[in-house]
């Protein structure tokens, strides 16, 4: 179900800070300005996918800051990738400004400071997706931020595609789907802000590659199993623990966060899954490779930026 908010309706003197409150509710603390002596107009149509959230913006001209008195006075850790659709934006973050016209898109990062100029009337579709599932799959996020990705080729033409469709087709999704539909709208992402200056991956041998892709499917395989780590990796393919090491090295996380992410991953499956509605979180959670339910809970959290209980609701279970 979407929800649609607008400031049609409010008082012209107080529709900025009205504006203000909207923007700051969907996405991040903000803080607004409009053009001097014109006021403000503004429509938010946004939906949740799963663990995203998707939404498009049409406003007026507008400049948009996240500060760091914003940063420190809520601490969300959010990656957010805006799509624009009409009119021209201009997004600031870490040194750099990325000028989007309309099929180009952009990354910046909730933990530190970015603005958005909009000199005129414009139209966004906005991506929000966790902090820490980014930087699971995805090296050197820093280094990609406020940087322009042309919608015309390659994965940037397919990622736009998808969330275009996405965003007019949401309400008719099966909640069954979004999960899958989510990950997939991630996995694009990356490959899209993956064909940027920094966000190709380091060179490996053929030899490390091959080990590599060998942790990997074994992790996918066992990561349910609470005691599975580097130990009984290193046994299994019958390495050394330092072995697995420099076969791992140059991934965005460590080995064991990247297990602690599919654990978490097949958690929110779980609990997205219509057949296993009578199980509880804390038995999918150990069920998922957890043995404490509260470190569970603030992982989760961590990961996704919402809790288990939050999104399992809209599915009407516990």
Same mark, same amino acid.
């Given at each position: 179900?979407?929800?649609?908010?607008?400031?049609?309706?409010?008082?012209?003197?107080?529709?900025?800070?009205?504006?203000?409150?909207?923007?700051?509710?969907?996405?991040?603390?903000?803080?607004?300005?409009?053009?001097?002596?014109?006021?403000?107009?503004?429509?938010?149509? =946004? *939906?949740?996918?799963? &663990? #995203?959230?998707?939404?498009?913006? %049409? $406003?007026? !001209?507008?400049? @948009?800051? /996240?500060?760091?008195?914003?940063?420190?006075?809520?601490?969300?850790?959010?990656?957010?990738?805006?799509?624009?659709?009409?009119?021209?934006?201009?997004?600031?973050?870490?040194?750099?400004?990325?000028?989007?016209?309309?099929?180009?898109?952009?990354?910046?990062?909730?933990?530190?400071?970015?603005?958005?100029?909009?000199?005129?009337?414009?139209?966004?579709?906005?991506?929000?997706?966790?902090?820490?599932?980014?930087?699971?799959?995805?090296?050197?996020?820093?280094?990609?931020?406020?940087?322009?990705?042309?919608?015309?080729?390659?994965?940037?033409?397919?990622?736009?595609?998808?969330?275009?469709?996405? =965003? *007019?087709?949401?309400? &008719? #999704?099966?909640?069954?789907?979004? %999960? $899958?539909? !989510?990950?997939? @709208?991630? /996995?694009?992402?990356?490959?899209?802000?993956?064909?940027?200056?920094?966000?190709?991956?380091?060179?490996?041998?053929?030899?490390?590659?091959?080990?590599?892709?060998?942790?990997?499917?074994?992790?996918?395989?066992?990561?349910?199993?609470?005691?599975?780590?580097?130990?009984?990796?290193?046994?299994?393919?019958?390495?050394?623990?330092?072995?697995?090491?420099?076969?791992?090295?140059?991934?965005?996380?460590?080995?064991?966060?990247?297990?602690?992410?599919?654990?978490?991953?097949?958690?929110?499956?779980?609990?997205?899954?219509?057949?296993?509605?009578?199980?509880?979180?804390?038995?999918?959670?150990?069920?998922?490779?957890?043995?404490?339910?509260?470190?569970?809970?603030?992982?989760?959290?961590?990961?996704?930026?919402?809790?288990?209980?939050?999104?399992?609701?809209?599915?009407?279970?516990?």
């Amino acid at each position: 179900m979407s929800n649609v908010v607008t400031t049609a309706g409010v008082e012209p003197d107080q529709r900025l800070a009205y504006w203000v409150d909207l923007i700051c509710d969907t996405y991040v603390q903000l803080e607004c300005d409009a053009p001097q002596d014109a006021g403000i107009e503004g429509e938010i149509v =946004a *939906h949740r996918l799963s &663990t #995203l959230e998707l939404s498009r913006v %049409t $406003a007026s !001209a507008q400049t @948009v800051r /996240r500060t760091p008195a914003k940063i420190r006075q809520a601490t969300e850790d959010f990656f957010l990738v805006s799509i624009q659709t009409r009119g021209r934006g201009v997004i600031t973050q870490d040194g750099r400004d990325a000028v989007l016209g309309p099929g180009d898109f952009a990354l910046y990062d909730s933990t530190r400071p970015y603005t958005l100029t909009f000199d005129d009337n414009f139209q966004q579709i906005v991506l929000m997706m966790p902090g820490p599932s980014l930087r699971t799959a995805l090296r050197g996020t820093e280094r990609l931020t406020a940087r322009r990705v042309s919608g015309e080729r390659g994965a940037g033409h397919l990622m736009i595609a998808m969330i275009g469709t996405l =965003a *007019h087709d949401i309400g &008719t #999704l099966a909640p069954a789907s979004a %999960t $899958a539909v !989510a990950d997939s @709208v991630t /996995r694009i992402v990356v490959a899209g802000l993956a064909s940027l200056p920094g966000g190709d991956p380091a060179p490996v041998s053929a030899l490390t590659a091959y080990h590599r892709e060998r942790i990997k499917a074994l992790a996918r395989a066992r990561h349910r199993d609470p005691g599975f780590g580097v130990a009984q990796i290193a046994s299994t393919l019958r390495l050394s623990p330092s072995s697995v090491h420099r076969a791992w090295a140059g991934e965005a996380c460590s080995i064991s966060d990247w297990i602690w992410s599919l654990r978490l991953d097949s958690a929110r499956a779980d609990l997205c899954d219509p057949a296993l509605s009578a199980r509880s979180i804390s038995q999918i959670a150990f069920d998922c490779g957890f043995n404490d339910a509260a470190h569970f809970s603030r992982a989760f959290r961590a990961r996704f930026g919402c809790t288990a209980r939050d999104l399992r609701r809209p599915a009407g279970a516990g």
